[in-house]
Every structure is written in C-alpha cells, then in structure tokens.
C-alpha cells in the first residue's frame, strides 16, 4: 500500500474560494477566524473555553444518553460522552445528510478525518481531551437526495411519499432494497457482513435516524466517534433563545446579508438567507415560517401566531422550530463545545458567510477544515497507469488534456505548434514596427493577418492531433479505459461510489487503511495504492 499527497488545489477538483482558503488569501481572511493549524486550534481553546457552560455541558450529556438508549456503545465512546461533562473536554465536528447505506465514499473520509483529528490534537494537546463527533443531518427534508446508492454502477433506490423530516421517516419498503442488493453483494464473507450490516440497520429499527446511527456506530464506534441527532426536544430547548431572537429581529438574515455583499466581490455566494430561517417541524412535514408584517405563519398551512403565541410555542414546543442552512451551524455550536466544522467545499463555502452573524450572537466561530479526499487505485489499475506512464498528478488533468499530453508524448512526429506560432508572432512583430514608422493605418490590417493567421496555425494544429489520436486509438482506448474506471461521470470517485464496493473487496483492512492514511492537518489530497 502506497500513498500520495497532492494539493487540493491541483486536482481541479475544488473551487476558487477553497483555494483562497487554505493558501489564507488576502481576500479570504475577513470570513474566518482562525485557521485549520495547530496554531490556530490553540486559539480556539482559548475562546470556546471560555464560551461554553457547565449547564451546556450536562444537557448535552443527557441528550445523547437518552440518544443512545437501545444502542451498544464502545467503551471508548461511552468515555467520550461522559468526558463531555468536564472543562478540559471538546468535539471536534463533522455532518451529512442521512444517505442511505451511508451514501457516497465521502461520507467515511469525513467521519474518519474527524476521528484523526480528534487523536492528533490530543498529541499536541495532552492536557485535553478530544471527541470526533458526527452530526446526523435528521431534519433535511429532501428525500430525493439521500434515498439512493450506487453500487458498481447500480442504482439502489429506496421509494416512498412521506414529506418531512427524513430521520423520523420509518424504514418501510427497505427490505426491498435489501433484497436487490444482497442479489448483487455474492456470497463471501465481506459480502455477509454487508448484508447484516444492512438488514440489522434498516430492518431491524424503526425510523431511519435510528437506522443510521446503527450502521455509523457499527463501523467507528472503536474510534470512539459519538453520533448526536439534532432532532431533540432536550437540545432544541437551550437554542430556544436563538430561535427567538431569529424570529423577532431576523439576525441571520442582517448579518449574512452583509457578509455576502462582501463575498460576492470575490467569489461565487452558496446560499443566501432568507428574512427568517426557521422551519416549522411537524410529523410529515417541514415549512417555512414566514412573517407578513402582522402575523406569522407556516406556508403551506392555516398555522399562524401573533408575537407573543409564537413565543409562547417556541417555549412550549421548541423541538418543533428547525434551523435551515444558514442557523444550523449556529445550533451545533451552541450545543456543542465545538472547535472545528470538517466539511467538503460545498459546505465551507457557505460558513464562510456565517462568522459576522456568529459574532453578533456571541457564539465562537468555528475552525473550518477541509475534509480528507482520497482516490483509490487497486494494485490492477497502477499497473496500467505505469504502462501508460501516466502519474498520478496526471490522472487529474481532464480527460482531453490527458489523452492530448499521452499522444504527443507517444508521437514521432512534432504536434506541437508553440515554436511555428512564436515565430509567426515574430514576423508579424516586424509587421508592426514596419506599419508604426511608414503608414499607421496599415497596422489595422497588419494585426487582422496576424490575428487569422494564428487562428489557421491552431486550427491545424487541432486537425493534426486528432489524426493522430486515430493512428493512435488504442492507447486512446487504454486511456479513455482506466480514466473512467478512476474518475465515473469524469467525478470524483468519492462522490459517485458506495463504501461497499471496497468493503467487498478489503474488508475491515478498508477502513483501517483509510485511517492510517489520512491526515486531516496537512490539508492534501491523497491518492492509495491499495494492495
């Protein structure tokens, strides 16, 4: 087993705004505050410190005892949740939707960078204590996203009609899928272990929160990981004053409105708040609550409140009120004695917007890191890749660039017109200086020439590349192969495959090679040479 490390930022893989962020741009600066090192994390200690109560710490505990209710856990995470109680202790954090059979690769990468970082600040930071937590997205309510897996090119699909939050969705039609599925898996020992892991998740519990939490737990609870579900009347009532606030002076709303304003001059915005980002939570369903100037209402519905009704049912029922996008970070961090958010592009880019709305609310804005990457590479596909002298910051470059790069590479004749263009460029630069110092009109023309005459160059150059890409179809065909076999959909892997695939093939070795390889603080992509 060998692994690599890239930059992120040469894979071409990851937005403008996450580049500026781990390389700390100048114009990147303004929307955190400390940075993913361990500088940084000292930092962060600090402050959060400070921040978070003994009265938070003992509600969080009776939360996530009572969450665990029914479950086995590891010795190392029942020490977790109980060190929860003490000053010295903090969680280091990471979300995703509820997908089902954990959904794509990328779902392990986070939860296993959460678990390494947990242990290496315990290195540096002996005197504490670190907790890898892994917050279950419950409340989402967008089926349609997370009622699917992929597995070797097969769609497993999970249908139903229920509307609402999909933690609480009962697990009805999953035998189906269960079927289907183990058809596909075979009959070796990794494959019965997936197969159980599968019906004793979803078969055998009730709603599909409960069904996730078994299956996480089943595979990190000897890292000690602690899965919390946000969907809690117990946690929802210390955010209750947040709620409140968000409904009466539309924070969120203010602050991250501004904040975009600025981050716009740079950057593409993720999302964008509305006036209030609240959701009402009932048993099937999950709707806005929108304010009309005089009263409050949930659309979709005849639910409606004055001021004061409302606040009456904030504190009556706060498990009802549902952070959307833009307060659910601020929940988790008020419930959590959190130092860090690990997350993919796509969700840091929108805490970026957050920390001026965190500010006003005197909550710490949280460490944000990127989460570990990995592309696998099976012991088969890097003896391709070393017969067709491809490397692995090679293997990123987009398929046409690659095969461009591999047939000139493997030519005999020059398809490389750079040198014919610059001496072209030459001639017409004497052009120039000729039309400067005799008629200035004639440099119009002179530049037109110029302009058609490296058009036609590269219009050849094209031409001739292509001819030879069919005298050379079959290394074309060796590569087009084992780009898609690494890259499906010319995605990254991890965003296409299910954990199963691997499992079937490595078994438990999987995970524990993931977790051996990859380093959350170095803030690389890693590619593995599995064995």
């Known amino acids: 087993m060998k ?8 894979t071409g893989f990851f937005s403008n705004i996450m580049s500026d962020y781990l390389e700390q741009a100048t114009n990147i600066q303004p929307f955190y505050t400390n940075f993913s090192n361990i ?21 969080l505990v009776a939360a996530l005892t009572k969450q665990y209710a029914g479950f086995v856990m590891s010795d190392k995470t029942q020490a977790n949740v109980d060190g929860l109680l003490q000053p010295t202790t903090f969680t280091v954090t990471t979300g995703h939707q509820l997908n089902l059979f954990t959904g794509p690769l990328y779902f392990l990468y986070k939860i296993i960078s959460a678990i390494n970082l947990a242990e290496e600040l315990h290195e540096q930071f002996p005197q504490y204590h670190f907790v890898p937590v892994y917050w279950m ?7 349609d996203e997370i009622n699917f897996f992929n597995f070797k090119n097969q769609k497993n699909q999970w249908t ?22 183990s058809n596909q898996l075979g009959t070796s020992k990794n494959a019965a272990y997936l197969k159980n892991l599968f019906s004793d998740g979803y078969l055998k519990h ?50 991250v409105s501004k904040t975009i304003d600025e981050l716009a001059k740079h950057y593409k915005i993720q999302v964008n708040p509305r006036e ?61 004695p959190n130092l860090a958010y690990i997350g993919g592009g796509g969700e840091l880019a929108y805490w970026l917007e957050l920390k ?15 989460r570990n990457s990995v592309q696998i590479i099976s012991a088969k596909q890097q003896r391709k890749l070393n017969s067709l002298d491809i490397s692995k910051e090679e293997l990123f470059l987009d398929l046409h660039e690659l095969l461009a790069l591999k047939v000139k590479e493997n030519s005999t004749i020059q398809l490389d017109f750079s040198k014919l263009k610059e001496q072209l460029k030459t001639q017409f630069d004497q052009l120039k200086e000729t039309a400067t110092q005799t008629d200035i009109s004639f440099l119009g023309a002179v530049n037109a020439q110029e302009k058609k005459q490296l058009n036609g160059l590269e ?41 199963a695939e691997y499992y079937l093939e490595y078994g438990a070795d999987f995970i524990e090679v993931l977790k051996k390889n990859l380093k959350p603080l170095e803030l690389t992509f890693t590619v593995l040479e599995m064995d």
């Open 459 to 499: 219009k050849l150059e094209k031409r001739l590349l292509r001819a030879e890409k069919r005298r050379q179809k079959e290394l074309v065909a060796r590569i087009t192969e084992i780009k898609n076999q690494l890259f499906p959909n010319q995605s990254l892997e991890e965003r296409q495959r299910n954990f």
């Open 137 to 143: 997205a419950t409340e989402d309510h967008d089926f």
């Open 160 to 181: 139903r009609n229920d509307g609402g939050a999909v933690g609480r969705f009962d697990t009805e039609g999953l035998d189906a899928v269960f079927e289907l599925f």
């Open 356 to 370: 001026a709305y965190f500010k006003s609310v005197s909550i710490p804005f949280p460490i944000l890191l990127l």
């Open 276 to 336: 209030i980002n609240l959701f009402y939570l009932n048993e099937n369903s999950r709707e806005r609550i929108v304010f009309d100037g005089k009263i409050y209402k949930v659309n979709n519905t005849e639910i409606s409140w004055s001021l004061v009704e409302l606040q009456k049912e904030v504190n009556t029922f706060p498990e009802r009120f549902s952070p959307n996008v833009i307060m659910r970070p601020l929940y988790q961090e008020v419930v959590l």
């Open 3 to 10: 692994s690599t490390q890239i930059p992120f930022q040469k």
């Open 39 to 59: 500088e940084g994390f000292r930092n962060q200690l600090k402050e959060k410190q400070c921040s978070f109560t003994s009265d938070s710490r003992k509600a």
């Open 206 to 255: 009730h709603n599909l929160a409960d069904a996730t939490r078994y299956i996480t737990n089943e595979l990190f609870a000897e890292y000690g990981l602690v899965i919390i579900d946000g969907d809690d009347v117990q946690l929802k009532t210390s955010f209750a004053p947040y709620v409140i606030d968000e409904l009466t002076k539309q924070v969120s709303f203010n602050e």
